[in-house]
């Protein structure tokens, strides 16, 4: 595959995304990266078998095998290490997704800089239950009742959280 290279103005156009400040539409989450050529090393993360994800070696691979074997087989992996080009990708799409409007999509989708997901936190989800895993739905699942007993599990985005990020109780905090 040829690659081209990026235009001048495209170059610029990313750059813009990943180095605005989020806070003038009400995104107050910290920023996770700070440069937009930070790369994932790809000997620092695992695929974790029939998820199509991957996860971080270390702490964030211990506390999900951990969580699977307190909660059950029918937890899984439904979104793990994103790189700064994927999380770009993501939130563009949810952008396009709203019409544009910002304040809205950060509420779902962090801008590119400012995903955990790119550094450690991870999200779960029911097997089978499909895109209910991303709604409040999941929170009445047992698989997240049993979640909810674990001592060692920390929620990223609870009820009314200062990020300006909506609930999620599928997102599993890890640093
Ligand atoms: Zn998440």
Do not use: C
């Not at 620092?44 to 095998?65: D, M, R, S």
């Not at 920390?154 to 997102?171: A, L, Q, S």
């Amino acid at each position: 595959m040829v690659l081209k290279l990026l235009q001048k103005k495209e170059l610029e156009f990313l750059e813009s995304i990943f180095y605005y400040d989020p806070k003038y539409h009400g995104f107050y989450g910290q920023q996770v990266s700070q440069k937009i050529t930070q790369r994932i090393n790809k000997n620092e993360v695992i695929k974790i078998p029939n998820t199509g994800h991957y996860l971080f070696k270390g702490e964030p691979e211990k506390i999900y095998y951990k969580m699977i074997g307190d909660v059950g087989e029918s937890l899984t992996l439904t979104s793990g290490v994103r790189s700064i080009v994927k999380q770009t990708k993501l939130f563009l799409d949810k952008i396009d997704s709203v019409d544009g409007n910002l304040s809205v999509a950060s509420k779902s989708l962090a801008p590119p800089a400012y995903t955990y997901h790119s550094i450690a936190d991870f999200d779960v989800g029911k097997k089978g239950f499909g895109f209910a895993n991303f709604t409040p739905r999941f929170a009445l699942t047992e698989e997240f009742l049993k979640m909810r007993k674990l001592k060692y599990i920390d929620m990223r985005y609870t009820i009314n959280n200062k990020d300006g990020v909506r609930y999620e109780p599928w997102h599993v905090k890890v640093i």
